[in-house]
């Protein structure tokens, strides 16, 4: 019986989310489940664990070791291309999920507790919104390469309770930390950046403009009903207490596949009128949403590329909310403006930007 952990767990997990999964249909949920038992004795760490069934996301060398799991002192063999994780005998149920008859990883609760030593708080907070979220990056792809409309696999209250039961996590505070900011329910990366760099109080780093939720149904007013397209509306990033919400305008936008050499001919012509249905449906949403009172700000990928696009976006959030009587934007602005928080949201942006996740 072999175990997977660490960073190659979430490798393999990733790999499983993502639909590129050789073996047997694996199924996370996010649901509460019965735990796979898991016979410690059993856990054996040698480099005969077949992996085929990964494909390329499976191959593993001495540059990037593949991380196995032992319970026992005694079974930590010098293998060149494995790194062996000594693991606590006193982990709680759920820790383990069974992939194979003879194969466990880390579940996706103890992977954000494994990865908390390395990685900084926005990674983690990243980590947790992926794994809570439906999308999962692709291992081994260009940044920003994502399966979209899956299904989460833990939520953050999750993790939280399951690290609580741990006896000892290396960078526990940083964990800690990192739920403290992290959100259930994100469709994208961008989505995440938005909630993290906005949310984030001010001397953390971030705009100070949280909480947030994400995802959420805004409903019309009745007496506002026969008005609208549809009574119910979901915003990517909403502020309850603002009545605002941040709107991230995707590539597909803009993205034309012709002009990019991608396809042509039928398939071409089939895409322009699924995208045109979709940016239709969109702008009607927006329209929705602004005409029952909630303050829509539109976000492109170019408004999250330095600190002054975001300075943009976070204070027309914060106008809306002044609007409604919601906001100081005043001492807000005070706030903003210390040269040291400007520093450091130059800082939270570098962590936050594409290529600076975990893997």
Not at 317 to 345: F, N, P, V, Y
Request: glycine share 6%.
């Amino acid at each position: 019986m072999y175990v997977i952990t660490g960073s190659s767990a979430l490798r393999l997990l990733r790999t499983i989310r993502c639909g590129a999964y050789f073996g047997a249909t694996v199924r996370f949920t996010k649901a509460a489940s019965a735990p796979d038992a898991l016979d410690q004795d059993s856990v054996v760490v040698d480099t005969r664990v077949d992996l085929e069934r990964f494909g390329d996301y499976g191959a593993f060398s001495k540059h990037d070791p593949l991380e196995l799991g032992t319970f026992s002192r005694n079974r930590r063999p010098p293998l060149k291309s494995v790194h062996v994780r000594l693991l606590n005998a006193e982990l709680p149920e759920g820790s383990f999920v069974r992939i194979d008859p003879d194969l466990f990883i880390s579940s996706p609760e103890l992977i954000a507790c494994q990865m908390a030593k390395d990685a900084t708080v926005m990674q983690l907070a990243q980590l947790i919104m992926e794994l809570c979220g439906s999308y999962s990056l692709r291992p081994l792809a260009d940044e920003d390469d994502c399966a979209f409309q899956i299904e989460a696999v833990t939520t953050v209250e999750r993790i939280r309770a399951f690290a609580n039961q741990v006896p000892r996590i290396p960078g526990r505070a940083k964990l800690k930390a990192a739920l403290d900011l992290a959100l259930d329910d994100s469709a994208s990366p961008a989505e995440t950046w938005l909630a993290l760099s906005m949310g984030t109080p001010i001397d953390q780093g971030g705009w100070g403009l949280g909480p947030f939720v994400m995802n959420r149904q805004v409903k019309a007013p009745e007496h506002l009903a026969p008005y609208v397209t549809r009574s119910t509306c979901y915003v990517d990033v909403y502020s309850p207490v603002l009545h605002a919400g941040f709107e991230y305008m995707g590539a597909n936008w803009h993205l034309d596949p012709a002009l990019a050499g991608m396809v042509t001919g039928a398939w071409l012509d089939q895409w322009r009128r699924e995208q045109a249905s979709k940016a239709t449906d969109d702008l009607r949403r927006l329209r929705d949403l602004q005409s029952i009172g909630v303050a829509i700000i539109p976000v492109t990928a170019a408004d999250l590329r330095t600190p002054e696009a975001a300075d943009r976006i976070a204070w027309a959030m914060a106008h809306a909310g002044e609007q409604r009587g919601a906001w100081d934007t005043q001492a807000w602005l005070a706030s903003l403006d210390m040269a040291t928080g400007r520093i450091a949201r130059s800082r939270l942006l570098d962590e936050l930007s594409p290529g600076n996740e975990l893997y």
